[in-house]
């Protein structure tokens, strides 16, 4: 239901822009969010976005690089990923909450449990 896209190969300093598209139901009103799993390691927070694309949180490592945001009449989620590093490399993940219109204290949003609905992830490679 949530089909991650737009991953690939990239230099250090350059640019890829993800997108979730979601079939089968709409999540226009659900609280949206990508994570990472590089390999060997857990899968991570990369940031959030409230349903009605007001509330951003971001992961430190990402801030002022990465940036989210949504189109609830395509029923898509993007992530636009600037200045990469070689450590950004990992397969990144869209998620939603589900619900409908839901708002939650901040640190509900870092939480993987929040979100019900995963993609199948796509894989951001960045080589120095």
């Known amino acids: 239901q949530l089909q991650a896209s737009g991953g690939g190969l990239v230099q250090a300093g350059g640019s890829l822009r993800l997108s979730c598209a979601a079939s089968?139901?709409?999540?226009?009103?659900?609280?949206m969010g990508w994570f990472r799993q590089a390999p060997g390691k857990e899968r991570e927070f990369v940031c959030a976005?409230?349903?009605?694309?007001?509330?951003?949180y971001y992961a430190d490592s990402v801030k002022g690089r990465f940036t989210i945001s949504r189109d609830n009449a395509k029923n898509t989620v993007y992530l636009q990923m600037n200045s990469l590093k070689p450590e950004d490399t990992a397969v990144y993940y869209c998620a939603a909450d589900g619900h409908s219109g839901r708002t939650y204290l901040q640190a509900a949003y870092y939480r993987r449990g929040t979100y019900n609905y995963w993609g199948q992830g796509t894989l951001v490679t960045v080589s120095s």
């Open positions: 089968g139901r709409t999540f226009s009103r659900s609280v």
């Open positions: 976005i409230g349903w009605g694309g007001v509330i951003t």
